[in-house]
């Protein structure tokens, strides 16, 4: 398979027992309907339906022993932006 690196975009990986539950309330994407290793597009949305960020998301299933894996491909300028608000709704343990 040919490759490129891409320097303008950027890859966030998530996981764990709870992250298609977290990701299938929170993003545009139909996060349990996502076949392994094929990308959709998704969105965070404001409250009001407006576009925060926009990204590819995949399902990947290389975090065996984690639960259900994700990762997130977008643009390198807003992956921190994008971090930080996911961080905002991170599921916490009881």
Avoid: C
Wanted: net charge negative; hydrophobic share 45%; aromatic share 8%.
């Amino acid at each position: 398979m040919t490759s490129a690196f891409l320097s303008s975009r950027a890859v966030i990986l998530l996981s764990g027992g709870q992250a298609q539950e977290f990701l299938h309330n929170l993003v545009t994407t139909d996060i349990e309907g996502l076949p392994e290793r094929e990308a959709r597009p998704g969105a965070l949305l404001t409250p009001q339906g407006k576009i925060l960020f926009d990204f590819m998301i995949w399902r990947d299933a290389s975090f065996a022993g984690e639960g259900h894996g994700f990762v997130i491909e977008t643009d390198l300028a807003q992956r921190d932006s994008l971090i930080r608000r996911l961080t905002m709704y991170k599921l916490r343990p009881p």
